[in-house]
Every structure is written in structure tokens, then in C-alpha cells.
């Protein structure tokens, strides 16, 4: 079945970097386009981040923009989020989402950022 782990979430001081990934498996990864979307407290979920299944194409949300790389490994069947210069409003869990196999929707259970001095 289609699995997702996401990792790398933690706690890092305002102006720092954490690289979140996300483990695919269950589908052919190489396919299909990834989404890195993120919930914080008492807010709707925000998508972050888009990359087209070769990688060649991304998208960003503006609050991320020039700050956040979305990326992918296909031979490794995983997808990056490389966030510079966090802010506190960062601070949110950090879900990988795919719409897969027959147009469903899979999420991995999320990754929870804190961005806090």
C-alpha cells in the first residue's frame, strides 16, 4: 500500500535550516508529483511546496518563497523540503502528501517544526 514517512522535523533557532524528507513507497514514485504541505496551530493547512514527477517544474507558496527548495531523488524514492532562513510563523507540522494511484489522496503522518530562540 502506498506509504508516506516523513522526517528531519525539530526545533531551530529563527534564521536556521532543517531539511525534511519523505520516504515514498507503494506506488511508482517517479510518476507522480509531490506536494509538501504544512498545518500550524488552529490554522487551515497551507500547501508549501509542488514538484512535477521528473522534477523539473516546482511551485511555491509566496509566504516560502526564496526560502524553501522542494527537490526529489527518484532512484530513492524520496522528496526533500530544504528550509533557509525559518521564521517562528514557519513553525507548523510538515506533511508530504501525493494524489496517487486512481486520484487518491496519501498523506505521512507529518513532521513537526518548531521555530523558536
Known amino acids: 500500500q502506498v506509504r508516506l514517512v516523513e522526517s528531519g522535523g525539530g526545533l531551530v533557532q529563527p534564521g536556521g535550516s532543517l531539511r525534511l524528507s519523505c520516504a515514498a513507497s507503494?506506488?511508482?514514485?517517479?510518476?507522480?508529483?509531490m506536494n509538501w504541505y504544512r498545518q500550524a496551530p488552529g490554522k487551515e493547512p497551507e500547501l508549501v511546496a509542488v514538484?512535477?514527477?521528473?522534477?523539473?517544474?516546482?511551485n511555491y507558496a509566496d509566504s516560502v518563497k526564496g526560502r524553501f527548495t522542494i527537490s526529489r531523488d527518484n532512484a530513492k524514492n524520496t522528496v526533500y523540503l530544504q528550509m533557509n532562513s525559518l521564521k517562528p510563523e514557519d513553525t507548523a507540522v510538515y506533511y508530504c502528501?501525493?494524489?496517487?494511484?486512481?486520484?487518491?489522496?496519501?498523506w505521512g503522518k507529518g513532521t513537526l517544526v518548531t521555530v523558536s530562540s
Open positions: 502528501n501525493v494524489v496517487g494511484p486512481f486520484g487518491r489522496d496519501y
Open positions: 514538484i512535477t514527477s521528473a522534477g523539473g517544474s516546482t
Open positions: 507503494g506506488f511508482t514514485f517517479s510518476s507522480y508529483a
